[in-house]
């Protein structure tokens, strides 16, 4: 291959690069997933939502452009049993009737390595709005996109678990969030 010609190549790949960096303009439902974990008397249980929803204008490559906002419908909580899930949506806990979403806006996105970001912003449940940073991963699937993360909150800052559920000893204070969120280019 003479220098022209991979010349060509490099150029003709570069744009195909840019092609396919289109910002991430949407999640997909149904290949996402936002998950939590606890200790209950020391054992440790696992849970979900499933429903969420989020409004995101989000490339790779310009982090520090992005925005981000992402709502969690609490009442679609999954704690393992119907009778947690009943418990969990009272005003003890949740008080979905109150306070029916958990909602996170990001302040600022931040490229710390290839494909790993830091991000900083609101978390606001149950009235409560607290701060949260972590670790992001991106992870290119073709025109889509997998970011991946998880962070730990502490239920008492969001006043999740009142009256006899107040204190630690039962329930742990921490709760860690995860989440994949499959993403997708604006068309």
Do not use: C
């Not at 010349?7 to 996402?32: D, E, F, G, M, R």
């Not at 991106?138 to 006043?159: C, P």
Request: hydrophobic letters at 45%; glycine letters at 6%.
């Amino acid at each position: 291959m003479n220098l022209l010609t991979k010349t060509w190549a490099l150029a003709i790949a570069a744009l195909a690069l840019q092609a396919q960096a289109a910002p991430y303009q949407s999640i997909v439902p149904t290949k996402s997933s936002v998950t939590f974990s606890y200790k209950q008397m020391g054992v440790a249980i696992d849970g979900r939502f499933k429903k969420f929803s989020a409004q995101v204008n989000f490339d790779p490559a310009k982090a520090e452009q992005a925005k981000a906002s992402f709502d969690v419908e609490l009442a679609s909580v999954d704690a393992g049993s119907s009778e947690a899930d009943d418990e969990v949506v009272t005003k003890s806990w949740f008080n979905a009737a109150a306070f029916p979403k958990a909602t996170f806006v990001a302040r600022q996105i931040k490229q710390t390595a290839a494909n790993q970001y830091e991000v900083t912003g609101a978390l606001s449940i149950k009235g409560q709005t607290r701060e949260v940073k972590f670790p992001m991963k991106h992870t290119a699937q073709g025109k889509d996109g997998v970011l991946t993360g998880s962070f730990t909150i502490k239920r008492g800052d969001f006043n999740i678990g009142e009256g006899m559920w107040s204190k630690f000893d039962t329930i742990a204070n921490e709760v860690q969030i995860r989440f994949q969120l499959t993403a997708q280019a604006g068309q």
